[in-house]
């Protein structure tokens, strides 16, 4: 059974940084992109960050490029985000999940809270 279980996050003020990790297990993850989302109270689970199979190719929303970075170690079957310069609007649950065709694969984790204080 695939698990999917998200940490780091917490309350951080504005222009701080944090680091999520995303522990997978129950099936190798290795051929799979792997990718972070969010969800702010009241709207809808929205696309963050993905990383392919091998690592080396990354994609991001505009509203978090050149401030989060995606990046995995395969052999451990993690996935991590580091999040530089939080806005408030960054406020949200995350979530990761394997990614194929941009849509997720398995059942969502519980999530991670990150809260940004202006």
């Known amino acids: 059974q695939v698990q999917l279980v998200e940490s780091g996050g917490g309350l951080v003020q504005a222009g701080g940084s944090l680091r999520l990790s995303c522990a997978a297990s129950?099936?190798?993850?290795?051929?799979?992109?792997m990718g972070w989302f969010r969800q702010a109270p009241g709207k809808e689970r929205e696309f963050v960050a993905a990383?392919?199979?091998?690592?080396?190719?990354?994609y991001y929303a505009d509203s978090v490029k050149g401030r989060f970075t995606i990046s995995r170690d395969s052999a451990k079957n993690t996935v991590y985000l580091q999040m530089n310069s939080l806005k408030p609007e960054d406020t949200a649950v995350y979530y990761c999940?394997?990614?194929?065709?941009?849509?997720?694969?398995?059942?969502w984790g519980p999530g991670t809270q990150v809260t940004v204080s202006s």
């Open positions: 999940n394997a990614v194929r065709n941009g849509n997720p694969q398995f059942a």
């Open positions: 129950g099936r190798t993850f290795s051929s799979y992109a």
């Open positions: 990383v392919n199979w091998g690592g080396a190719v990354t």
